[in-house]
């Protein structure tokens, strides 16, 4: 069965750094997501990406934090500058298209360390 | 977004049934009742979703009240693979479709 890729699984990082965290969404997808999940609490919403732009994004999701589909197969979430609090799993889901009721399917995470 | 709740955690035994609630008091006519799932240590997993009818796949069954305020997620026969925090959430179709989590159920299962 298809299934979502992410890498790295795990990325530790000084803050202040930029850092790049990719996806490989399942072949024919449309819609792309990101969430994140700090340990302990809920998985969050941060920015879903449709027809090469962001079709919605959450409060989270400030100016630090950009997303790109540079080519037919990877999404990249990118972080210019980590802080301490940018420590989380973050998830990328991808969709197949607009039918209102057709699911999502997760990647495994990459965990994001910032020291 | 409409709201659910569930309980914080449940406690069922290997090779049983698993009922698991969840309200949605606020539910909108056009939202959709999806359920996913998250093992220790890997991302959500779709588990099962439905509208107005009873669903039934090979993971789970899906029951839905009349009203549709309420919904059950039915485990037939639980495994010790089973045990994750179970999420129900609601899902507008308009737009981009985000899920939102909440706590969810956190469900432990005893062989």
């Known amino acids: 069965e298809p299934e979502v890729t992410q890498t790295p699984s795990h990325q530790v990082t000084q803050m202040g750094q930029e850092v790049i965290l990719r996806c490989v969404p399942i072949?024919?997808?449309?819609?792309f997501y990101w969430y994140r999940q700090i340990l302990g609490q809920k998985v969050e919403f941060l920015v879903s990406?449709?027809?090469?732009?962001?079709?919605?994004k959450s409060e989270i999701f400030d100016d630090q934090f950009s997303v790109e589909r540079p080519d037919g197969s990877n999404f990249t979430l990118k972080i210019r500058s980590t802080k301490l609090e940018d420590s989380a799993m973050y998830f990328c889901?991808?969709?197949?298209?607009?039918?209102?009721?057709?699911?999502?399917?997760f990647g495994d995470g990459t965990r994001l360390s910032i020291l | 977004d409409a709201k659910t709740t569930q309980p914080n955690s449940m406690e069922s035994n290997e090779e049983e049934p698993v009922h698991l609630p969840c309200n949605h008091s606020?539910?909108?006519?056009?939202?959709?009742i999806h359920w996913y799932r998250q093992l220790p240590s890997q991302g959500p997993e779709y588990v099962i979703h439905?509208?107005?009818s009873n669903v039934n796949n090979r993971m789970a069954s899906l029951a839905i009240a009349e009203d549709r305020k309420s919904s059950t997620l039915i485990l037939h026969r639980a495994t010790l693979r089973d045990a994750a925090v179970y999420y129900c959430?609601?899902?507008?179709?308009?737009?981009?479709?985000?899920?939102?989590f909440g706590q969810g159920t956190r469900l432990t299962i005893n062989p």
């Open positions: 990406f449709y027809n090469n732009e962001i079709s919605e």
């Open positions: 606020t539910i909108s006519g056009t939202d959709y």
């Open positions: 959430i609601l899902r507008v179709i308009q737009g981009a479709q985000k899920l939102v």
């Open positions: 072949s024919n997808h449309l819609y």
């Open positions: 439905g509208l107005t």
């Open positions: 889901a991808s969709r197949p298209g607009t039918a209102g009721n057709q699911p999502q399917h």
